[in-house]
């Protein structure tokens, strides 16, 4: 009896049912019982209250903006040609259709030349939640995108056609007008089918992998499942495998091939620097050395960095100077938070 945008409220009555039989009773419903067992107080005027309410709420009238973005989705039952857009770990990537490429630089050029003429009538006051076009600060360019968060004179924006998520200067963010929003968002959220491999052993630069992966060879996305999705605007992550066209291989194959020789090398690289430490070299030395080793795990280890290297800097850790011991067990914590943190993707 009262609707707002995707949500309705139904004042549910007492009513006959029939067991199948001759027999008839009556169906309790929730208000009587809560009513009965003394959970509730009676309120005959709920409903005219409530939609008092929602008539004073500017934000039931924002919504209706929402229910004019459109959204590409994967067909469920067969695989699709796709392209990666972004990517931020094998647990969280997107792609674009192929067939709706032509379509999208299209979309581009014309909010370029609307955007550079200053044909259209925009605002530059934006909120938090609103639709935007923003200035891309790499090609100077302009794109759709979501404000998720501000601070001071900069925007967080979530580009909904590649999946990228940048600061943007409030100066180069405006309103999106719905002139551009004849073309459904093509940025669609997906993860690699968990099935593939154990993400525990990902290396830090698997994301780089799969990016060149995708930028050097057409793919097909065949889904798998359904979860839910990291943006609020979509609310759906796409379970996918990955099929490289041309040769029918596996994409998560070919990641783990790449990625179990980076593992090897990384591994072997943080040993050197391993057994480089020594506890008869000056504590300048020492520190310098556990530098060196911060700055290799911050760029170059992985998550399956193995126990021995571990084992060997708690060693040596256990009877250093107390700043080379607290250096080296930041550099353990932040491997170990790392390893934490592949494994919740």
Request: hydrophobic share 40%; proline share 3%; net charge negative.
């Amino acid at each position: 009896i009262l609707c707002c945008d995707q949500t309705l409220w139904l004042d549910v009555e007492e009513q006959e049912i029939y067991d199948g039989v001759q027999n008839r009773h009556m169906m309790t419903t929730p208000q009587k019982l809560l009513l009965k067992n003394e959970h509730a107080d009676q309120n005959p005027h709920h409903l005219e209250m409530l939609k008092e309410s929602l008539n004073i709420k500017t934000e039931v009238q924002q919504l209706q903006v929402s229910s004019n973005i459109r959204h590409t989705f994967l067909p469920l039952l067969n695989g699709q040609e796709v392209t990666i857009s972004a990517v931020s770990s094998p647990g969280l990537f997107y792609v674009q259709l192929l067939e709706h490429q032509q379509q999208l630089y299209d979309l581009h050029d014309y909010i370029d030349s609307k955007m550079n003429s200053h044909l259209c009538t925009i605002t530059q006051s934006v909120l938090v939640g609103d639709y935007v076009i923003a200035k891309f600060p790499v090609d100077e360019r302009w794109y759709r995108g979501v404000v998720m968060s501000s601070d001071g004179e900069m925007n967080q924006i979530f580009f909904l056609d590649y999946g990228d998520t940048e600061w943007i200067c409030k100066d180069h963010c405006y309103k999106l007008p719905t002139s551009m929003l004849e073309v459904p968002i093509q940025a669609i959220e997906c993860k690699l089918n968990s099935g593939c491999k154990n993400t525990m052993s990902w290396s830090m630069n698997v994301a780089d992998h799969l990016w060149n992966i995708g930028q050097e060879n057409v793919l097909v996305a065949k889904v798998a499942g359904i979860s839910v999705g990291q943006h609020s605007m979509h609310n759906k992550c796409y379970i996918v495998d990955l099929v490289i066209k041309d040769s029918g291989g596996e994409v998560s194959d070919v990641l783990v091939e790449i990625d179990t020789i980076c593992v090897k090398k990384a591994n072997s690289w943080m040993q050197q620097y391993v057994d480089k430490l020594n506890l008869h070299s000056s504590v300048e030395e020492q520190l310098g050395e556990v530098q060196l080793i911060q700055s290799y795990v911050l760029h170059h280890a992985s998550p399956a960095v193995s126990g021995d290297v571990i084992q060997c800097l708690l060693k040596f850790a256990s009877v250093a100077p107390e700043n080379v011991a607290i250096m080296l067990l930041r550099t353990v914590a932040g491997l170990l938070t790392f390893q934490s943190s592949i494994q919740l993707q």
